[in-house]
């Protein structure tokens, strides 16, 4: 794993310059495209076996159920998995068993974020990782399970208080793939965490997982991969930890706009959005499910980055055209920042039941 250091502050203008040696320039060669979750870890990294694959689903605890799985079923065109006394399991075009799992809370919570291990024998590296570490803390020892798709799997706090599971050998769910046009999401694209210490959290999480640093934006965020997305994790500053956003990936351009446009016809409004950021050059529209204030993002289109050719993060200004290059959306304002800070998470330090 190559050594990326928190930026000092300073940053450079030209988009495809990032770095240089000796007054000579280096190039990096990328390309923006759809990918599949049916690549395997070899496919994504070139031939080299990944640690993580992707984010397999996240967990929230939402206090009105019934109307968070309405937005999240009926608008934001989930496909409804399963549901038992006190949850619902939401999948997407794609054979993760579930991509979001809703449960009843008194409060708005993060339950889990769910990560994709390639193997059993990834499972168990990472849990002898997590056990070493002194900022981390087990909460299962890996297992076989029954609960919503089976597998090998552990969890864990990380040194936030966030818990974590990695997971392999999950049961693939049969789906109906998402088909040209339409607005269903493919699964989860990435998912960006609020953090108390940018430094600290992103260590942490590059050496429990082996996660590369594509790039910054000054010293206020950092976006992490695994394979050849430009980002599965993104921290940025925040006076306190919680959830900024899970990314929900679209087929295309179109299917994007076509499921933006859809969400607004229904009566909802873009919290910010459409438009293209200039880190990872993915497409955004950000929306708000009412009862809990969580925040979801249509996405498409990451930038892919040639593991056969180097690449050195390069530190974004924080701007507008960073923001978004296509100067579509509405400036990012103080209103939107606050909304994607959100509350305090109430779920630190505090494993979910199941």
């Not at 990918?35 to 397999?56: C, F, K, N, P, W």
């Not at 159920?65 to 006394?85: C, N, P, Y």
């Not at 009843?104 to 193997?119: G, I, M, Q, S, W």
Request: aromatic share 8%; hydrophobic share 40%; with cysteine.
């Amino acid at each position: 794993m190559r050594e990326a250091s928190a930026p000092s502050g300073k940053f450079q203008n030209d988009r495809q310059v990032v770095g240089a040696e000796n007054g000579r320039m280096r190039r990096s060669f990328f390309s923006v495209q759809r990918y599949s979750r049916a690549e395997t870890a070899e496919d994504q990294t070139g031939g080299e076996a990944l640690m993580i694959t992707h984010v397999r689903s996240v967990a929230l605890g939402v206090p009105d159920i019934g109307a968070a799985r309405e937005f999240f079923e009926k608008h934001w065109q989930l496909d409804l998995v399963g549901t038992d006394a006190d949850r619902v399991f939401l999948g997407a075009g794609c054979q993760d068993d579930h991509v979001l799992r809703l449960r009843a809370t008194a409060e708005p919570r993060v339950d889990l974020l769910c990560l994709a291990a390639a193997t059993g024998a990834d499972v168990d590296a990472i849990a002898e990782r997590v056990a070493a570490h002194p900022r981390a803390r087990l909460v299962s020892t890996p297992a076989t399970c029954t609960d919503a798709g089976g597998g090998y799997r552990f969890r864990f706090l990380d040194c936030e208080g966030r818990t974590v599971e990695v997971s392999s050998g999950v049961t693939a769910r049969a789906f109906r793939p998402v088909e040209p046009g339409e607005s269903r999401p493919t699964g989860i694209g990435h998912v960006v965490l609020n953090t108390v210490d940018l430094p600290a959290t992103s260590a942490f999480y590059r050496s429990i997982f082996d996660l590369e640093v594509s790039d910054w934006v000054e010293d206020i965020m950092v976006f992490l991969r695994t394979g050849t997305a430009h980002h599965m994790l993104a921290f940025t500053r925040a006076p306190h930890t919680s959830l900024n956003h899970v990314a929900f990936e679209l087929r295309g351009i179109d299917e994007f706009m076509r499921a933006t446009g859809a969400m607004m016809q229904k009566g909802y409004a873009p919290l910010w959005g459409p438009g293209r950021h200039g880190v990872g050059a993915n497409t955004f529209t950000y929306f708000q499910e009412p009862t809990s204030r969580f925040v979801a993002e249509y996405t498409t289109g990451m930038l892919r980055i040639d593991p056969d050719h180097e690449w050195t993060p390069r530190v974004y200004p924080a701007n507008a055209q960073t923001s978004d290059t296509w100067g579509v959306a509405a400036a990012r304002d103080e209103a939107v920042s606050a909304t994607l800070r959100g509350c305090p998470d109430t779920g630190l330090w505090q494993p979910p039941p199941a």
